[in-house]
């Protein structure tokens, strides 16, 4: 998809910029070099997605409230790693039935403490 133009062209102005903002976050934020500019290249993918009126989900929002705690080589996280990440939150979503509120993440921290004490 990223690749086809086809895509691209079938797209209105709005729905292009989220989907620049989206493969800008990808090639800056999450391989193996994180862009010194990260922040802002999240944060203009976040404020297209509201323009179209697409709310954060938890994962969306842990992401954005935590950038300065991701490693400068995101992409050599394992992907049992990640599956690992998406089962916590799997559980967090389950255990707050989809409602997020600020209770979530610090429960969500404390687990990672728990589960991994010398690690975080």
Known sequence: MMKDENFENKMETNERKVWESFKLVIISFLGNKKNPNY????EQKIKNFKILGCSMSLKVHFLDS???YFPENLGAVS????EIFHQDIKEMERRYQGKWNVSM???YCWMLQRDNPCKV
Do not use: M, N, P, R
């Open 105 to 107: 993440i610090a429960d």
């Open 66 to 68: 935590h950038l300065d």
């Open 79 to 82: 992907e049992e790693q990640g």
């Open 39 to 42: 922040k802002f290249i999240v």
